[in-house]
């Protein structure tokens, strides 16, 4: 079935368009983006928003389309689905509204391109869409964490130990309580976990993407790390690389929450991580990998122990295109036009101040509705105020979420302890401000979104057939 479950498209002649997927946290980076494209290209580009669920009425947008193979046989206007970066290049691969719409843009302007979080599994048919970022082929092979682990290893780096299997029958015979459990094709701890009995394993792997479940990874159960710093670079041609910057990780268990700078790693430790990251993007660039990466390392004692390869965007990088500006947008773009320039440098991320961001996370499994909706301030907010919040909600209230991470906050203190006490405060004040206490579905009436959305004329009591009627401009 047809996976863009929305649209609603306002597109003028004149004007030259993109698509983007970096919604919601990272909304601000489109502005950077589009700056990049009209002085590069010397013409008017406007972002087409690929939302995986309607989004609240401060994120809403003139041009969009909502695009998620979970919302099929529910109500889009009333339910949120979680989506994983990967399966929403899978629905965009297969989605023919989505081809309708592209070669109805293409008519009038020679290319489309498209950012998204992760260009793996990304398998467009049309060679005139130009994702910024990876070629979809490498960023592919280098999401494989078995190719990850083979890297770390063919680079001499103490990693966490690994096998690989393909029957959970298999792994009770061989392995012996606790271990950590993880697909091949994962991120921010999703599809991973400890498991210290046998029937969580068997009821964790219920859960996973079917395409996941015939190939499981077992490592190691290391217990007391010291820190768990991640390092952001660039590769922007053949051993050219550039360390953009090391921060701390927020983990939840060993999902990812957000991130605290500076970090606390000591300084020696720092640089030490910093030149083994040089060596993973120059041995990358050599099979053809270009644009953003980062990694994911364990300090314990004095053991940097690798065990994360994220050849994309990263959960951090809104905050690295908020400290760097525009420039990372520009250079993400040269990159991926092939021009083998690079305009930013750790000492564009460095600040004389401390920050903190994370994720809202949903308290419990079971379907919440939103209670309310909320945006304080603008992103940039406390970078001019040094001490002050950003907050926002992502979805409408009165929708029922299931399995989504429904809002973020970013803060800003003179002192990491006053950022993480902010971190810990505001994670429980968010999720009380959205919820209420009930997993009740909403009522019809109640699931039309207001304001901004009747201003884009859009009437969201219409069935889904009328939903996905072309409403491109002529």
């Known amino acids: 079935m047809e996976p863009l479950v929305y649209k609603h498209l306002k597109l003028e002649q004149g004007k030259s368009y993109f698509f983007t997927g970096l919604t919601n ?26 939302f995986q669920n309607m989004p609240a009425k401060h994120y809403l947008k003139e041009n969009f389309i909502v695009v998620n193979n979970k919302l099929i046989g529910k109500d889009p206007f009333k339910d949120i689905v979680g989506l994983k970066c990967e399966e929403l290049n899978h629905d965009l691969n297969r989605s023919k ?20 979080f992760t260009t793996s599994f990304l398998k467009l048919e049309q060679e005139e869409i130009i994702p910024i970022g990876p070629k979809p082929e490498i960023a592919n092979f280098y999401d494989n964490k078995l190719t990850q682990f083979q890297l770390f290893e063919s680079l001499g780096f103490d990693h966490t130990n690994y096998r690989f299997y393909t029957e959970l029958q298999k792994i009770e015979e061989m392995e012996t309580l606790p271990f950590y459990i993880t697909s091949p094709f994962t991120s921010g ?31 190691d159960y290391i217990d007391g790390a010291d820190y ?9 041609g053949e051993n050219k690389v550039r360390v953009l910057g090391l921060i701390d990780q927020v ?103 401390c920050w903190g961001h994370a994720k809202v ?54 002192t990491r302890e006053a950022v993480i006490s902010s971190l810990k405060k505001n994670q ?17 009436s109640d699931s039309l979104l207001t304001a901004k959305l009747m201003d884009l004329n859009l009437s969201l009591s219409q069935d889904l057939s009328t939903a996905k009627s072309d409403t491109l401009a002529n």
Not at 365 to 392: Q, R, V, W, Y
Request: glycine share 8%; net charge positive; hydrophobic share 40%.
């Open 361 to 414: 996370k949903t308290p419990c499994i079971k379907p919440l509705k939103i209670k309310g909706e909320f945006k304080m301030g603008t992103i940039s907010d406390p970078l001019i105020n040094i001490g002050s919040d950003f907050a926002a909600s992502f979805y409408p209230s009165n929708f029922l979420g299931y399995n989504a991470e429904p809002a973020y906050f970013f803060t800003t203190d003179h």
């Open 251 to 353: 983990l939840e268990g060993n999902s990812y929450v957000g991130n605290v700078y500076p970090s606390e790693v000591p300084v020696e430790i720092q640089e030490k991580i910093k030149k083994m990251i040089l060596k993973v993007g120059r041995a990358i660039s050599q099979k053809g990998f270009r644009g953003l990466f980062g990694c994911d390392v364990m300090v314990k004692g004095s053991r940097i122990l690798f065990h994360d390869l994220n050849p994309r965007r990263e959960g951090s990088y809104g905050m690295f295109q908020l400290m760097i500006g525009e420039k990372l947008a520009v250079s993400e773009l040269l990159i991926s036009l092939g021009i083998e320039k690079c305009l930013v440098s750790e000492k564009d991320f460095a600040k004389d101040f």
């Open 428 to 444: 429980k004040k968010y999720i009380k401000k959205l919820y209420d206490n009930g997993s009740k579905r909403p009522k019809k």
């Open 228 to 236: 768990f710093p991640h390092v952001t670079a660039i590769v922007y």
């Open 25 to 50: 946290r990272f909304d601000h980076a489109n502005d950077a983006f589009k700056k990049a494209l009209d002085d590069f290209f010397g013409c008017d580009f406007e972002p087409i928003y690929i």
């Open 97 to 116: 509204e989505f081809r309708k719409i592209t070669k109805k843009i293409l008519k009038s302007q020679d290319k489309i391109f498209l950012l998204l």
């Open 189 to 219: 701890g999703l599809e991973s976990r400890a498991i210290f009995n046998f029937n969580e394993m068997h009821s964790f792997i219920k859960g996973w993407r079917e395409f996941s479940k015939s190939q499981i990874i077992v490592t």
